[in-house]
């Protein structure tokens, strides 16, 4: 059964640091690209993050790049979101999600979502 | 950047009613579109992918058409489980933009 299972989650000030993780199971993770969704309260879904299985290709959405940084630990079946700069706009619920394909771009959506963990952004 | 647009943004419907959403790309993305359903509190969930192929046990009442800018998202026959949002989101390349979003509920 595949499972994703976000961590890290936390309330932080205006500027700080915080790494998210996703640790996989059920599947051959080194095989998938995976991203980063998040979710602003009350607000819709925003793609901000995916990576290959390689980890050698990433991409960004703009709103976050240059300070939110997507990595993956195949070793550890783990992805990360290294988040610094943090902004009030980047709260919200982070999910960790998987292509139904190897490759988002193979064409058949995200499969499996995790439950999402909370950023709160604030002084 | 793909923009991604829905309409519409909410809508109240009868139980049995056929619902209409409809999903379009600020320029052509073929049939690189997946439809997903969130509902409150809840994680989201693919319904459809390839503009069209109805994901693994997702009911057949939902049928999603369309290729190139404009696609449609229906529900033939409106059911209470169904009080979602719906989203449309872009693969053919990144970023993997998300619509966003039509509020579905019942009247």
């Known amino acids: 059964e595949v499972q994703l299972l976000e961590s890290g989650g936390d309330l932080v000030q205006p500027g700080g640091s915080l790494r998210l993780s996703c640790a996989a199971s059920g599947f051959s993770f080194r095989s998938y690209s995976m991203a980063w969704v998040r979710q602003a309260p009350g607000k819709g879904l925003e793609w901000i993050s995916s990576i290959d299985g390689g980890g050698d290709k990433t991409e960004h959405a703009d709103s976050v790049r240059g300070r939110l940084t997507i990595s993956r630990d195949n070793s550890k079946n783990t992805l990360y979101l290294q988040m610094n700069s943090l902004r009030i706009e980047d709260t919200g619920v982070y999910f960790c999600?998987?292509?139904?394909?190897?490759?988002?771009?193979?064409?058949?959506?995200?499969?499996?979502w995790g439950q999402g963990t909370l950023v709160t952004v604030s002084s | 950047d793909i923009q991604m647009t829905q309409s519409p943004s909410s809508l109240s419907a009868s139980i049995g009613d056929r619902v209409t959403i409809t999903c379009r790309a600020s320029?052509?993305?073929?049939?690189?579109l997946a439809w997903y359903q969130q509902k409150p509190g809840k994680v989201p969930k693919l319904l459809i992918y390839?503009?069209?192929t109805l994901q693994l046990g997702v009911p057949s009442r939902f049928g999603g058409s369309g290729s190139g800018t404009d696609f449609t998202l229906t529900i033939s026959s409106l059911q209470p489980e169904d009080v979602a949002t719906y989203y449309c989101?872009?693969?053919?390349?990144?970023?993997?933009?998300f619509g966003p979003g039509t509020k579905v509920d019942i009247k």
């Open positions: 989101q872009k693969y053919n390349s990144g970023p993997f933009t």
């Open positions: 390839g503009a069209s």
């Open positions: 320029q052509g993305i073929s049939n690189y």
């Open positions: 999600a998987k292509p139904s394909s190897y490759m988002i771009t193979s064409g058949r959506g995200f499969d499996y």
